[in-house]
């Protein structure tokens, strides 16, 4: 009787030690410009340690560079894709002369600069640049991930963080385009113009 008694009250702890899973392992990659890219280096010291993210997150550099391994990307496919990356460009919206319709072409070489005008009152633009090249860059990078909307979905899941400009207040984006999500959470107020078009 004493030796049934005892089967059953260590019982539990077998099948509790049996159950026990392999923990998961979340990332989130913080901002910091050019200094984001530093994220790849740490990218590769995980791989060469053979530990496999679960979860992954980040805001601005880190969102890029997070939202970029979530969908597939190596470390070391990575590094060799920001090496080619010139940032002065992808900063600016400066659309190559190639790229551009008739109308377009005519339309950037007859005026120097150009305003915006809100209920017929010339006003200032919202910031110097629009992003487009950033927002360019990600859906060319992404664009083997097919319409995905939800970003548990990638081959890590993955979130970012941008702010609400108006209220200061943290945003969680894990759903949607994930190029939009990238460049609102890249995005840097007063460079970049606001965008009118939610997620």
Same mark, same amino acid.
């Given at each position: 009787m ?8 260590l ?8 159950v026990?899973?392999?923990p998961?392992?979340g ?11 530093a994220?790849?280096g740490?990218?590769?010291?995980? &791989?060469?340690?053979g530990?496999k993210i679960d979860?992954?997150g980040?805001?601005s550099? /880190?969102a890029?560079?997070?939202a #970029? ?17 010139n940032?002065n460009?992808?900063l600016?919206?400066d ?7 008739f109308? &377009?072409?005519?339309?950037? &070489?007859?005026?120097? #600069?150009t305003l915006?005008?809100? @209920? ?6 919202? /910031?110097?640049?629009?992003?487009? @090249?950033?927002y360019? #860059? ?16 990638l081959p890590?899941?993955?979130?970012c963080?941008?702010? @609400?400009?108006e209220?200061?207040?943290?945003v969680i ?7 939009k ?9 007063s460079?970049?113009q #606001? ?5």
């Amino acid at each position: 009787m004493k030796k049934i008694l005892l089967l059953l009250l260590l019982f539990p702890l077998f099948n509790f030690a049996q159950v026990q899973e392999d923990p998961k392992v979340g990332l989130v990659l913080s901002g910091g410009g050019a200094k984001g890219l530093a994220h790849i280096g740490a990218l590769k010291v995980i &791989e060469e340690a053979g530990i496999k993210i679960d979860y992954i997150g980040g805001s601005s550099m /880190g969102a890029i560079v997070g939202a #970029l391994y979530a969908s597939g990307y190596t470390a070391a496919q990575l590094d060799s894709l920001f090496h080619e990356i010139n940032f002065n460009i992808l900063l600016q919206d400066d659309i190559p002369r190639s790229s551009k319709t008739f109308y &377009e072409k005519e339309e950037t &070489e007859k005026y120097a #600069l150009t305003l915006p005008i809100n @209920n017929f009152q010339v006003a200032f633009p919202s /910031g110097l640049s629009k992003g487009q @090249n950033i927002y360019n #860059l990600i859906s060319r990078l992404t664009v083997h991930l097919g319409d995905v909307r939800d970003f548990s979905q990638l081959p890590i899941p993955f979130f970012c963080v941008a702010s @609400n400009i108006e209220t200061g207040e943290e945003v969680i984006l894990d759903s949607g385009s994930l190029a939009k999500a990238v460049s609102a959470s890249a995005a840097i107020p007063s460079f970049f113009q #606001l965008s009118t078009n939610g997620r």
